[in-house]
């Protein structure tokens, strides 16, 4: 347990010894941290439920927290997916089916060689952090261990959120109602009356996978979104040039235009007029939706208003008959094993520096916790590497005052911009978001060169760290 190789120079720590790290989850955010503590020398054990790396994209993940479904295909193209120095295999297509991505996460941890850190089937049941600092952490096995620092990442889609309240008579309705969580193809819905709720990616492919075998689908909506083809000029269209550089109000007007030119306006297909310009929600993004809709096989709706038996009405006043609803209503934000006055996201809201620090909490950070317009994986891999960074003296924090500042300027521009709703509590700009960290990367190294590479004080091992 706990070993680290000798195999990186670093500015800081030299003289003290690294801080011992427990990282939550090894998906594909926990394994980006893995492999920048182990590159560091920095020792750590990494907890994974399931007996494999790649959570949400191993399909039946023997964790029970996939959500993946039998025909999941990535909906952000291969090269916004890969990790900067780990490119996917080049026989993989633009969007690769869920397995190939599972299998690239696999290849990650062997071609890096920190398989050995990782602890599978092994959960962490709660952490608590101590007067001193030092983590205390409580494993499913009945183990205890001590750390000088947590990483959690364990994941953002996996906790479903069901409409809250429930629709007034759907406890009257005698057919199936389910979370998209649960979906895992469409023989359920073959020669059914099938009502998909929802405006997201996961109502998109559920809808039309069950266009194909229902006697009718519904697909329906509380507020209209803009419907991202997968490609445009041929090119998948999150690798159309996207510059950090060029004002965002700029980029918003170019590229709404173009999905404008190239799909149509949402209403003119039927589907409600989006209440908000590109950009100002997470992307939906189909390339197969609008088809089905033009070929009948799927008929928007408004939001669902009540049920009466297997009768659903909408807002509009119009009613259908329903066998099957399908609540494709998002997911919470939760960290079963921290306690709730330490931490938690009430309303899917936890203010961090930049998605990762607290600055209340200076030993605890998160990896992948964000909704980029854009991949995860590069941002989690470039968090990792910041973080670890921070344990070794190498990235100096501004002060807390100032993280609580922009924090708080971060939030007022997050509501500014975004439609309200529990979706839109941690987004980013993918290209955005790089440029800015790589940024403040390069301050704190200089604030750290200042300061002469010190580590940080709350990630010091302790003698209760030193001893397990
Ligand atoms: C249907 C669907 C499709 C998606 N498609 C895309 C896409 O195309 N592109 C994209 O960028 N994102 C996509 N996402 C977002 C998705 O969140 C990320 O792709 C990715 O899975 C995030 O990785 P993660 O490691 O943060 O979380 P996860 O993949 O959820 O992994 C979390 C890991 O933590 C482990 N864990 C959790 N709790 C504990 C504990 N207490 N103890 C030990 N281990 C624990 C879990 O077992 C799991 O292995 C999609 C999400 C969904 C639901
Ligand atoms: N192929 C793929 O790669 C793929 C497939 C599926 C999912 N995903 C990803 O998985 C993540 C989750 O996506 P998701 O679609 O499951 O969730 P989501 O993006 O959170 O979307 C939830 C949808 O449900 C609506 N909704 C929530 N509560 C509602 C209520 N009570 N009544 C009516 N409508 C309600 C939301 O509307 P409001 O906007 O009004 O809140 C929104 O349209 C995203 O990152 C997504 O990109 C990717």
């Given amino acids: 347990m706990l070993q680290a190789p000798e195999n990186r120079e670093s500015h800081g720590g030299s003289g003290t010894e690294p801080p011992a790290v427990c990282v939550i989850g090894a998906g594909s955010s926990g394994i980006a941290a893995a492999k920048a503590l182990y590159e560091r020398g920095i020792p750590f054990d990494c907890f994974e439920k399931s007996d494999r790396v790649g959570g949400n994209w191993v399909f039946a993940n023997k964790n029970g927290m996939s959500a993946a479904y039998r025909d999941l295909f990535i909906n952000t193209s291969r090269p916004r997916m890969e990790y900067s120095d780990f490119p996917m295999p080049a026989d993989y297509p633009d969007f690769p089916h869920h397995s190939q991505i599972a299998a690239y996460f696999e290849k990650y941890v062997d071609h890096f060689g920190f398989r050995e850190r990782i602890v599978f089937e092994t959960g962490v049941q709660h952490a608590s952090r101590g007067a001193d600092g030092v983590w205390t952490v409580e494993l499913d096995t009945g183990e205890t261990r001590s750390y000088d620092a947590l990483i959690v990442a364990n994941g953002h889609h996996w906790n479903p959120r069901w409409p809250e309240p429930a629709f007034p008579g759907s406890e009257t309705f005698p057919g199936t109602q389910m979370h998209a969580h649960s979906y895992i193809d469409n023989s359920i819905f073959a020669g059914k009356r099938v009502v998909v709720l929802g405006m997201g990616n996961s109502a998109m492919d559920i809808a039309v996978e069950s266009s194909y075998v229902a006697e009718r689908t519904y697909l329906a909506a509380r507020q209209g979104v803009w419907i991202v083809p997968k490609y445009i000029f041929g090119k998948p269209v999150d690798q159309l040039r996207n510059d950090p550089r060029v004002p965002f109000k700029i980029r918003q007007r170019f590229t709404q235009q173009l999905i404008k030119t ?135 924090l501004p002060s807390a005052a100032e993280m609580r500042a922009d924090i708080a300027a971060d939030q007022a521009a997050m509501r500014r911009r975004y439609v309200a709703s529990k979706r839109h509590t941690i987004q980013v700009d993918f290209d955005d978001y790089l440029h800015d960290l790589a940024k403040e990367r390069r301050a704190g190294a200089e604030r750290a060169r200042a300061n002469g590479y010190r580590p940080p004080a709350a990630c010091r091992p302790s003698a209760a760290t030193a001893a397990s």
């Avoid at 009613?319 to 209503?329: G, L, S």
Wanted: glycine fraction near 8%; hydrophobic fraction near 40%; charged fraction near 20%.
């Fill in 262 to 396: 190239y799909a149509g306006a949402p209403e003119t297909h039927g589907l409600p007029k989006p209440n908000h310009r590109f950009g100002e929600a997470h992307p939906t993004v189909s390339g197969r939706i609008l088809d089905r809709i033009q070929h009948g096989t799927i008929a928007p709706k408004p939001n669902i208003e009540s049920f009466s038996g297997s009768e659903v009405r909408f807002v509009d006043g119009t009613t259908a008959e329903a066998d099957v609803v399908v609540y494709c209503t998002g997911y919470k934000i939760t960290f079963p094993f921290l306690d709730e006055q330490l931490i938690s996201a009430p309303e899917n809201r936890i203010e961090l520096f930049r998605r990762v620090f607290d600055p209340d909490i200076p030993n605890l950070f998160f990896i992948g916790l964000l909704q980029p317009l854009g991949a995860i994986m590069p941002l989690s891999e470039a968090q990792g590497a910041w973080v670890a960074d921070h344990l070794l003296g190498d990235y100096e």
